[in-house]
């Protein structure tokens, strides 16, 4: 039986809320507040936050946009059976991914929609205000995880649909994270109105696999002085993400942040692309693998090469569940514009440094500061 919600709860409203990352994410919470599975992969749950104010994951009210039919109950059965969500999970908390199921809306603009951008974003305004005020929640955390879309040219007469989504988050007055590489509130008019509206937001495209991995190793190339001369990757995926990526131009805006990270931390773009390759056998499962040359002690070429084999939407869901908590936080705390201390989680952040021990201190700082805050 589901705990009554109380006053003062945190609203989560996904858009891309019934893919996998926010169906993992709303059983994988589900199961942590109730004590079936351990919080493995929150960072939020470790020591260095417990002072800092964050909402409780029992406190965390789900619901968002999808253009999708398939309800989250059956997707979590989905991913039970691929292997993603653990046998019995999806039956132990089927009451909590029903109720969220009954919060999406349905997202758009779909094929033949003919609502302008104005009317899009009026009614997805409309969806947030109404969950907020239906569960008496303090503040609601739109977070953008649904597929990635092209980046939108010059001469594109609509925005990109992750930007009106983030324009409905700014008219509904909340905080906003964007955790693809999807353009979001990535617009002069946006960011702007942002900062004038006071609202904190975090993003871009969410580091969970073979970004994170190149922002450990290129600080050891450069702490040790070694020259790095090329690096090239290949990425094998499968699921919504694999037939998205499929499209050279949502591919594009996916490599930029994996490249950034190597040219901010080495001081220049060394040789080598990434490949992204849609291999739909593998479903929610990627692997990723990098190829390093580099020269080391009177010239000697040298080679590293990394294998990385992992389940994105079990590597995101406990990222997601981490920002949802830091930003309600902040949004309560006063914060307000980009987040520079998230960087942590992205490959394409706010500010702040690439490496990834130097984001966690930032982190760290940023847990004292929403501790201080108190």
Known sequence: MLEERRAGDVGVWFVGARGSVATTAVAGCAAVAAGLRPPTGMVTETPPFAASGLPALTSLVF??????????????????????????????????????????????PSAGDTRTDD????????????????????????????????????????????SLYAAAALRAGCPYVNFTPSTGLRTTALTEAFAARGLP??????????????SVLAPMFVQRALSVR?????????????????DP?????????????LTDTLG?????????????????????????????FLGSRMVLQTIWQGCDSALAAPLVLDLARLVARAHEAGLSGPLPGLGFYFKDPDGGPAALADQYAALLAFAARLRDAR
């Open 63 to 108: 619901g968002g946009h999808d253009t999708a039919a398939c309800p989250l109950p059956k997707r979590a059965e989905e991913l039970t059976a691929a292997g993603v969500l653990p046998h019995g999970l999806a039956d132990a908390v089927r009451g909590e991914l029903t109720a969220a199921d009954a919060e999406i809306r349905p997202g758009g």
């Open 119 to 162: 009317a899009l974003i009026a009614s997805f305004t409309s969806d947030i205000t109404g969950f907020t005020r239906r569960h008496h929640l303090s503040r609601t955390v739109v977070i953008n995880v649904a597929s990635t879309e092209s980046a939108p040219g010059p001469d594109d007469p609509r925005p990109a649909p992750s």
């Open 201 to 214: 937001h975090a993003g871009r495209d969410g580091k969970t696999g073979q970004t994170l991995l190149r």
């Open 230 to 246: 090329a690096w090239s990757g290949t990425n094998l995926l499968g699921g919504g993400d694999g037939a998205a990526l499929a």
């Open 249 to 261: 131009a949502a591919a594009a805006a996916k490599n930029a942040g994996k490249e950034r990270v």
């Open 268 to 296: 220049h773009t060394p040789q080598g692309e990434v490949h992204i390759d849609d291999v739909p056998a593998l479903g929610d499962w990627k692997t990723a693998w990098d190829h390093i040359a580099f020269d080391g």
